[in-house]
Each structure stands twice: as structure tokens, then as C-alpha cells.
């Protein structure tokens, strides 16, 4: 009785997904307008985990903001590390040693495979398969031993510095690495086998949930959902950084957009930073692990610097501006979740709930980086 | 000795089943856990007990010592009255199935018939449920729970049906001693009586599956979906008893599978029938139950009617024709 009468003439419901739900993987809300079990409107609503991280960049000094860009995305927190470095250094016109360079590569390549396996799991997990995610945790158990051997945390890390990174890798890192790709290598055809080609996932993931590249364009979506409708641009290739240019890795993409396609994407980009690690392990010079005119204090000069990465979830971007004092005039972060998220409300008119979720869940969502 | 007097042999059995039913869900509960650990590389409960094999009753009693929450503005005989409807039927369903020959409460000769009309009256604890709770995710659960379980009832039923023209009776025992004499007289091996006994078995199969709401079928409590489902505002144990009610109802499926396919309480070589290889068939039934659960993401609401609609009931349909045809056409080839 009670729900019928909070219906409408026009028979639809407001139903509340979250601010706690088990398919927004944290404290996002979503306001749907539900026909039934069909969605006339969603409207996501942010700002439950808002934690002020720019107006915090401009109240530290610049090292000091370094912690908060590994709370912004808690999966791929390197890469986070790495658009912040990339943009201070180049405001302050700082040369990174090779050797750096390829730590860096290495680390933020097993941070992305292991924010790959965690979106892996949680994916199936929305559809309702419990058991891969604790096979993907299981591989990720290892990449997190190995950086935090290196790194000394576990989830939010502050390894890179201005000018380097914080401290050198050993011999047994690069060895612990290459058996874990050796042991993944392994292990991806069983994810492939059992998952990738399960009837009731291929059913419920192929020909729904379309994003195309037009409205992916529209949103300002990047990362494996524009990737996923079609669309090779890949923030390493577009504006090459770091040693990228250097290491061969192809871009994968699937035209057909829907989530299958992002699905896909992201299981290919997981063989694609094996690559890039197994190349940058063999290729790793000796040498200094920080920039030896790295100054302690930094004081970039007046200006307005950009800086963007590829991020685990798409292209991550900072933009510093600097008065020439020890803190930042304006920080702005420029972070992939949130553009992914916006076009939700649009490609997910009409659709049915269950499907929906799938493709919210293909979207990769991390609240904390959307809200910052 | 004489045998004992029927109404303490009623008793008797009565209080047997309960405990019967009782200890099934509590330990169906402790077999999910396991099975679920290993499959998922790690070992479950074993804290409680050896291993964790007092966890049910721990996890009993905290359930029942638990409060219970009622929401404000729900209706408050429908919210109640659910829990109780759909784990009785499932009880009262105990009551007709043959543990053996002689291990059965009531031999009634329409025993298969009582547990369907049984069967169809626990979808109103799920309807209840939903629609008593006054929760947005509750009603749609409710929703798919009666339309989930009115589209699998047609194909179980069809199969059904299919197996009475072949045995002609609706004596659960008397299936089962029709099934005599080794494992090719078991009906879902009896190519004789119709050659797609083997599909008749998988359509029954998955259909009571559904029908008990099991993964990949669990539609109405998709967690990920909605919250709970239908008993998303449940707690202690009106969440205990559809807990209970869902494995009682595993049981009564399997149990039913078992007696008209795999021959009930006959032994696949024809010796020594008994409880034993009910039992055993039975848990090997819930034990695939259980595998398929923890191995598959779950469907679609449509895809799921889509399943029923589109491949069962045509399927079970040609079925029932094709047994129809064998019992007129056989006996003219041989007489």
C-alpha cells in the first residue's frame, strides 16, 4: 500500500541507490526515477566522502600535498603520485634520472594490474559471482607484497618524490616481479576460461550498456570506457611521459562500446603492463634514484602548469598554479572517475536495473576520487 | 512387539521431520560455508567447534537472541505472517516424501501432488514479505519472486505431469519401487519410456533450482542488486526463518528429484535399498546445488523468464507429447 501511494500519476518511484549500497562500492548516491524496473532518469549525487583534498593544496607546501594524491584513488594510487610529481617537476624544471623513471614505470604498471584485478573482482561481484574475486585478490595479495617491500605501505602510497623516487628498489624486487608476471601469465587464461567466457556473463555484459565515443566525447570519459567504445587514446601515447615512448605496449580496443567491450579492455590492459614491466625490468639502468639538484625547497616560478597522466580509470590531470611562494596558488585535479560517472545518467536511461549496475560497475567507479 | 499406534507414530514422525528440517538448514548452512571456502581457496568456518562444526547452533542462538527490528510503517500482519508461510509449506512438504519403504509419515497416494500444492504457497511468504516491509527494493524483490516462480512452475509442472502418464500413479513410494532393479531402471535412465528422460531430469532440475530462489536463479534477494531482496528489513530470526525456510526448500527439490528420477531409496546395483541411498543421492543433489552457486554470476530477471518461457516450457511441452506418443505407439510395436 505504502509504496503505491508514494507512486505518481505517471506510475514512476524515486528509488534511493546508495548513499549505502552494495553496487556503488562506497558512499556514491545514485536518485533513480524508476518506471518499474526500468530507469526514466538517474541522477548521480556526489559529495558524501567531499575531503576538500584541493582547497588542502593550497594550504601546504607543495612535498606536503604528496600523501593526499594517494587518498584520491585508493587502487591506483601511484599513478595519482605520478600526476603530481610529473606536473610539480615540470613547474619547477626538475630532471628525473633514468633509473627513476623506470622505478616508476614498474610500480605504477603493477598498481594498475592490481586495481585491474580489484575492479575485476568487484565487477563479477556485481553480477552476482562471489568466487573471482577472491582469485583476483589473491594475485594482488602479491603485487601489494612486493610494493610495499618497496614503497612500505600497502594501499595509499607516497613513494615518488620531486626529482626521483623515495628510495631504492633491491634485486629481489625485480626478480618477485617477474615471477609474479610469470605466475599471472599463467593464471589469465583461467580468468579467460571461466569468467570471459561464462554464458550467463557473456548474456548479461554483450550488446548492453552502451557508451558510445560520441557521448563519451560529450563527458570528457577516457581511460578503458573510451577505449572500450573504440577510441585508442591512451595518455602514454597521446602525451607521452616519463619512458614510455621508450617501451613497446599496444593500446587495445574494442569498437563495440558496450560492456563487454570495457570488459575486455581492461583484461588486455593487464597483459599490456606485463609487457611494459617485463621490458622496463630488462631495460633498468644503474644509476641515482633522485635528481642530485633537487632542490628541498621548492618554489616553482609564476605560472600555470598541466600535467596528465594515464591513470588506472583514465586520463588524470593536474593543474598547478604558482605565485612563486613555498604553497600552490590553485590545484586543480582533474580525475577520470568523475567525467566516467557523469555520463551515467545518460546511457543508463532506459535501461533495466540489473543491467544498470553492470554497466556501473564497468564504468570502474572509485568514490573517493570523484569526490576528493 | 507390536507397531505403535498411529497417532504416536504420527507424533513421532512429526517430531522427527522438524528436527529433520532443523538440522538440514543449520547444517546445509555449515555445508554452504565449507563448500564456498574451498571453492574460493580458503578453508571457512573452523573456529567454532572441529571444523567450525558448532558454528550453526552459535550462529543460532545469535540469531535468536538478536532483536528484532520492525520498521515503522509497515504492515504489521503481512510482515509477520511471511517468514512463518514460507518455511511451514516446506515442512508440511516433509511429510509425504519416502525416506525408505517404510520410513514415510503419511503414504498417501496423492503424496507428489500434496508438495506441489504445498510448493505453491510458499511464493506468498515471498510476496508477503516484500509487500509487507515497505521498502522500494523489498516490492520489487516480491516482484520478480512470484513472476520467477510462476514461470518455473509450468515447465516443473509439464515434467511432472510427464512422469505420471509414465508411472501412473501420484505415490511417491510407489515411483520409487517402480524404480527397482539397478540403476538403468532409474526413470532418468528409462530411454524406453521416453528418450529424452535425461532433458526431463535437467528441466526438473533447474526448474526447482528457480523455484527455490538458488543462484544462479536468486533473483529475489540479488544482493547486489537489491540490498536483501525481500527480506531486506528482516533481522534476527524472521531473517532466520526465511533462512531456514530456503533450505528446507532445497531439500524438498532435491528430495523430489531424487525420488522421481534417481530412484528414491533404490540402490544403483539392487541390493540393499534403503534411507542410506536416499540420502546420499539427496546430498549429492545439493552438494551440485551448492557448487553451481558459488561457480556462476547470477542471470537477469528477463533472461531468466526469457530461460522459462522461451526454452523450458516448449521443450517440456514436446516432451509431454513425445511420453504421450511413446505410451500409445510402444505397446503396438510390442505387444
Redesign the interface.
Known sequence: ???LAQCDSKET?V?NLGPQ???THGVLRVKLTMDG?YIRQAEPVLGYIHRMHEKMGENRTWAQFMPNTGRLDYLSALSYNHGYVLAVERSAAIEVPERAEYIRVITVELNRISSHLVWFGAF????????PL??AF?DREIILDLLQAVTGSRLTYCYFRFGGVYNDIEPDFITGTLAFIKRLRARMPMYHNLVTK?I??V??LKDIGFVPAEMCRKYGATGPVLRGAGVAYDVRRAEPYSVYPELDFDIPTHPEGDSMARYLVRMDEIEQSMRIIEQACTKLPNGPVMAEKAPKIIKPAKGDYYAAVEAARGSFGVRLVSDGTNTPYRLKLRSPSYSNLSLFGEASRGM????A?ALMGSLDLVIPEIDR | MNPPSEPIRLLAFLIGLIIFAALNAAYLVWLERKVAGHVQRRIGPKEVGPFGLLQPLVDGIKLMTKQILVPDHIDPILFRIAPPLLLIPAVMSFVTIPFSETLVARDINLGLLMIFAFASINVLGILLGGWGSNNKYAVIAAARGVSQNVAYEIPMLITVITMVMITHTLNLNEIVRQQAGGIFNWYIFRWSANPLMLVSFLIFFTCSMAETNRAPFDLGEAESELVAGYHTEYSGMGFGLFFMGEYANIVIGCSLATLLFLGGWQCPFGLWPGVHWFLIKLYLLIFTVILIRWTFPRTTIYGLLNLSWKILIPFALFNLILTGAMLKIWPLIFP
Do not use: C, Q
Open positions: 500500500m505504502s509504496v518511484f528509488l549500497h552494495p553496487a524496473e563479477i561481484l556485481d553480477l552476482g559471482g562471489f568466487t577472491l582469485y589473491d561464462n550467463i556473463l548474456k548479461r533495466l536495473l540489473p543491467d549496475l
